[in-house]
């Protein structure tokens, strides 16, 4: 499976972007898709996860501010963000887990929050 994230960029607090990750290869295996996120200096932490009957899984810090979603083909999940605060600057990654139990990473996008 192969991954392509798109949509970051420079937004000012309190603002809205909408993240796009784009699968192919062999998208028939996933069962859940997810975002992460690396901070400068920091771990890369969970986001939200998506499965594939629609049931999504928020951390607390972006509870009621993003939105995880996707296609029914599998071949695009999206991060609506909004109300973004400047902790929330980072790379975001999206992620794929498969019936084969493999875990496949895109290359990340880049979303700063400043003014």
């Known amino acids: 499976v192969q991954l392509q994230a798109s949509g970051g960029g420079l937004v000012q607090p309190g603002g809205s972007l909408r993240l796009s990750c784009a699968a192919s290869?062999?998208?028939?295996?996933?069962?859940?898709m997810g975002w992460y996120r690396q901070a400068p200096g920091k771990q890369r932490e969970l986001v939200a996860t998506?499965?594939?009957?629609?049931?999504?899984f928020y951390v607390d810090f972006v509870k009621g501010r993003f939105t995880i979603s996707k296609n029914n083909a599998k071949s695009r999940m999206y991060l609506q963000m909004s109300g973004l605060k400047p902790e929330d600057t980072a790379v975001y990654f999206c992620?794929?887990?498969?019936?084969?139990?493999?875990?496949?990473w895109g290359q990340g996008t880049e979303v700063t929050v400043s003014s």
């Open positions: 998506i499965r594939m009957n629609g049931n999504a």
């Open positions: 290869g062999s998208i028939f295996s996933i069962n859940a």
């Open positions: 992620n794929t887990n498969t019936t084969y139990g493999v875990s496949y």
